[in-house]
């Protein structure tokens, strides 16, 4: 008996990277996005992560931003940002099919990417097919991350509401004493 269980992505290194850099690069977006919704609120770091974790997923805390943007934002940022979130919201749809999928048998350079995920609309059947990618295919998914995560980080240095370079991530830690 094996002590491991194999699973074909394993023998799928530059899929498995690319899986990684996809985890990380959207980290380093939502951690942005904490930063204006931090703006958006006029509150502290910790307090907008805590809003930013009630909501359970990505998409409603997008909309959430969308909201207070199109409500409380009066400066000449707030279209593009607006246009940002609306990327973000496409990207995430990219994202899950990665993310939220089993990766099965290796054809040629691609692997058979079989969905996990059924449509949240109950009364709908599931139209998804499995479909093969090669590690480039989820890189340039990675890569318009990256560039959404950096014009939002730019953004943020334009304002002068960031706490630090653009992509460099801080964890603050709440004091436990």
């Known amino acids: 008996m094996s002590d491991k269980k194999h699973l074909p992505i394993d023998d799928a290194p530059e899929h498995a990277a690319a899986l990684g850099r996809l985890i990380a690069h ?31 997923n990505i998409t409603g805390k997008i909309y959430l931003l969308k909201t207070l943007n199109y409500q409380f934002n009066e400066n000449e940022f707030k279209n ?44 709908k ?8 990618f090669s590690s480039q295919d989820i890189q340039e998914v990675v890569d318009k991350i990256a560039r ?10 334009q304002m002068g ?7 460099q991530i801080n964890i603050v830690l709440p004091r436990t004493d």
Do not use: Y
């Open 80 to 123: 593009e940002i607006d246009r940002h979130l609306n990327t973000a919201l496409a990207l995430n749809e990219e994202r899950n099919k990665f993310i939220h999928a089993l990766w099965g048998v290796i054809v040629d350079d691609k692997i058979v990417r079989v969905p996990a995920m059924e449509p949240c609309n109950h009364k």
């Open 26 to 56: 959207w980290n380093a977006l939502e951690r942005i996005l904490v930063i204006f919704l931090q703006w958006l609120l006029g509150t502290s770091w910790f307090k907008a992560l805590l809003v930013f974790h009630q909501f359970s």
């Open 125 to 132: 059947t599931s139209q998804s097919v499995n479909e093969q």
């Open 161 to 167: 509401i960031a706490p630090w370079k653009p992509i």
């Open 148 to 157: 959404l995560s950096q014009s939002l980080s730019d953004i943020t240095h």
